[in-house]
């Protein structure tokens, strides 16, 4: 499968991306994990390289699926995983994209991936209770510690910012941060 940058970054992907929320086994049903496994080693057999998941995704075992059937193959995939999602003690997951929560959410998905790094670091949405500049900063102290290759610059769009504030609607909040592929990259490890 022909590969594509990835932005400007000199990241190279493949123009599917797996995803692996379905996979997760909290959303859509009980998962074969073997299935899951097998699907993820047939998507590189057929030349997709690009896999997102989430901690969010069935409390972390998509991430353990994915790392499970990248063990051994690991240089031929590119991983996108996300933070800022967490569980509550009741009711639907909240939002914290605080420097802690970041810091120790990065660790964690990377145990579950079996890897030192991710390739691509995102928060999952936005957290109106912690500053932009203190999320932005755990994104670039993740990426300093060689735990990411690229996460989003500081240059964020107007749109972006008042989105994280709660300024936006939610439509707009998605437009915006789905706009970050498109956004400054910053490369690092």
Sequence with gaps: MQQREFGHTG???SPITLGSWPMSGDRYGR?????AVSTIRRALEQGITSFDTAPAYGAGHAEETLGAALDGRRDEAVITTKCGIVPSASGPPGRNASRASILREIDDSLRRLRTDHVDVY???WPDPKTPLEETL????????AGKTRLTCS????????AAWSGRCSRTAASMALASWPTARWRTGC
């Design 137 to 144: 900063g755990a994104m670039d102290e993740v990426q300093r």
């Design 31 to 35: 998962i074969d994990d073997s299935e």
């Design 122 to 124: 995102l928060v999952h």
């Design 154 to 161: 500081r240059s964020a769009t107007t749109c972006s910012t």
């Design 11 to 13: 990241l190279h992907v």
